[in-house]
């Protein structure tokens, strides 16, 4: 089975601190994604990678940063955190979107 | 632009009911369509999708789909839920074969015992 893991469920960040959020994936799958959900409003595509040092904007990038240094993972990075990015974040991989379990965050 | 519309926010059946979710999209050329399950607290798990070919797809958990080009339409059905389908439901598009998916809002689903 395919496994895509994300390294924290449950983060609690102050606002200003710089967070990282790291998936990694075991199926050698090219293209990665991080999702964030909200009540609402479903799930919004943040940024996207290809392949290894590539990577897209998606529809909300802003605020945000990626990271892929390596085909097996991909990292969000919010460079200085705000109360308006606690949500739920999603990383998935392949072409039929494999996710992992996700990531809450709160951001006091 | 391609957007992907739930038209039901929650929906309520009874176990042992038949079900449909509705699923209607907008997109130029033709889509690749999915289905997600979402149970609470956890990542999304494919159901089924519908690439080329047959109209009618089955899926996972005893879960179908049909697609319609002519109304645009991605329906999921079942025909008798069971209480562990109460989950939140995403529809969801693809823009090529790449995985870059624009999904729906979502339809959470309640089931009655």
């Known amino acids: 089975d395919v496994k895509v893991t994300q390294s924290s469920r449950y983060l609690v960040k102050r606002t200003g601190e710089k967070v990282f959020l790291e998936c990694v994936q075991d199926?050698?799958?090219?293209?990665m994604f991080w999702y964030r959900q909200d009540p609402g409003l479903g799930l919004r595509l943040i940024y996207f990678?290809?392949?290894?040092?590539?990577?897209e904007k998606g529809d909300i990038p802003e605020g945000y940063s990626v990271s892929r240094e390596k085909k097996e993972r991909f990292s969000l990075i919010l460079e200085s955190a705000s109360t308006n990015q606690t949500s739920m974040y999603l990383c998935?991989?392949?072409?039929?979107?494999?996710f992992g379990e996700g990531s809450r965050l709160t951001v006091l | 632009a391609q957007s992907v519309t739930q038209p039901d926010i929650h929906i309520t059946v009874s176990e042992g009911a038949s079900l449909e979710l509705r699923c209607n999209y907008s997109?130029?050329?033709?889509?690749?369509l999915f289905w997600y399950v979402q149970s609470p607290g956890q990542g999304l798990q494919l159901l089924l999708k519908?690439?080329?070919?047959?109209?009618l797809v089955q899926g996972i958990k005893g879960f179908e789909a049909e697609f319609k080009r002519s109304q645009s339409s991605f329906n999921l059905r079942k025909p008798s839920v069971h209480w562990s389908d109460a989950a939140e439901y995403f529809c969801?598009?693809?823009?090529?074969?790449?995985?870059?998916?624009?999904f729906g809002q979502g339809t959470t689903l309640q089931v009655k015992p």
């Open positions: 998935a991989s392949g072409r039929e979107l494999f």
């Open positions: 199926m050698d799958h090219e293209n």
């Open positions: 990678s290809y392949d290894v040092k590539m990577k």
């Open positions: 997109y130029g050329a033709t889509p690749y």
């Open positions: 519908y690439f080329s070919g047959d109209t």
């Open positions: 969801a598009v693809s823009l090529g074969n790449t995985g870059k998916l624009i």
